[in-house]
C-alpha cells in the first residue's frame, strides 16, 4: 500500500516561528499536494509539485513556501507562523496525470499557532 | 474559477437505511473527473468513488452510487444499507486532466443505530 507520511500528527507552535511540516511519500510519486482543512471551507490547495524541484502556487499560497529536493519528501514552511495559520495541513501524493488519478493522503498534521 | 459547492453541512441517517449527498460544481470543462472522498475521525482521507465526465454511466462501488448529471453540473452520493463505519465527513472533488483537485466544503454524516 501506498503510504505517505506526515511527520507530526499535532505541533504547536508560537507567532513569528519558522515551522517546517514534512511529508514522505514511499511510492515513487511523481506530484505532491499540501492542502490546509478549516471547518466549512473543506480542502484548499496551498501548493503543489510535479517534479524535483519544481512547484506551483496552488489557490493561498500566501504565507508559505515548499521544498522538494528528492522526490519522495515535500516540505511546507511557514516562515513567520500567524494565528490565522492555525489549521489542519494535509499532504497528498499521486502518480503524474494520467487520468483519474486518485491521491493518497497523510494522516494530516493539526496545528495551532499562540 | 472551478468550485464544488456541498450545501449540506451535515446529515442524519438511520443504520441500514439510505442516504444521498449533494454536490454540484461550476465548469466550463468538458473533459474532468469528479471523486468522493471519506475523511472517518483517523483524518486518513479514503477514496470512495470516482466518475469520468465522458462516461454517461454512473459508477458504482458496493454500496456506494454516485448520480452523476452533467448537463446539470450535479454529482451526489447515495449510500445503500448505511452503517456505523460510514459515519465521517464525505467530501466531493472535482479536476480537469492535468490540474489540481478543487474540493467542496464537506458534508458531516452521522449514522444512528
Known amino acids: 500500500d501506498v503510504k505517505v507520511t506526515q511527520s507530526s500528527r499535532y505541533l504547536v507552535k508560537r507567532t513569528g516561528e519558522k515551522v517546517f511540516l514534512e511529508c514522505v511519500q514511499d511510492?515513487?510519486?511523481?506530484?505532491m499536494f499540501w492542502y490546509r482543512q478549516d471547518p466549512g471551507l473543506g480542502l484548499r490547495l496551498i501548493y503543489f509539485?510535479?517534479?524535483?524541484?519544481?512547484?506551483e502556487k496552488g489557490d493561498i499560497p500566501e504565507g508559505y513556501s515548499v521544498s522538494r529536493e528528492k522526490k519522495e519528501r515535500f516540505s511546507l514552511i511557514l516562515e513567520s507562523a500567524s494565528t490565522n495559520q492555525t489549521s489542519m495541513y494535509l499532504c497528498?501524493?499521486?502518480?503524474?496525470?494520467?487520468?483519474?488519478?486518485?491521491?493518497?493522503f497523510g494522516s494530516g498534521t493539526q496545528l495551532s499557532v499562540l | 474559477a472551478q468550485t464544488v459547492t456541498q450545501s449540506q453541512p451535515e446529515m442524519s441517517v438511520q443504520e441500514a437505511e439510505t442516504v444521498t449527498l449533494s454536490c454540484t460544481y461550476d465548469?466550463?470543462?468538458?473533459?474532468?473527473?469528479l471523486f468522493w472522498y471519506k475523511q472517518p475521525p483517523s483524518r486518513q482521507m479514503i477514496l470512495v468513488i470516482r466518475?469520468?465526465?465522458?462516461?454517461?454511466q454512473n459508477a458504482t462501488e458496493n454500496r456506494f452510487s454516485v448520480n452523476f448529471q452533467k448537463a446539470a453540473k450535479s454529482f451526489s452520493l447515495k449510500i445503500s444499507d448505511s452503517q456505523l463505519g460510514d459515519a465521517a465527513m464525505y467530501f466531493c472533488?472535482?479536476?480537469?486532466?492535468?490540474?489540481?483537485?478543487?474540493f467542496g466544503a464537506g458534508t458531516i454524516l452521522r449514522v444512528k443505530s
Open positions: 497528498a501524493s499521486s502518480l503524474i496525470d494520467r487520468g483519474p488519478e486518485k491521491l493518497f
Open positions: 511510492m515513487d510519486h511523481e506530484n
Open positions: 509539485s510535479y517534479d524535483v524541484k519544481m512547484k
Open positions: 465548469t466550463s470543462e468538458s473533459d474532468y473527473y
Open positions: 466518475q469520468e465526465a465522458y462516461k454517461q
Open positions: 472533488a472535482y479536476r480537469v486532466r492535468g490540474n489540481k483537485l478543487v
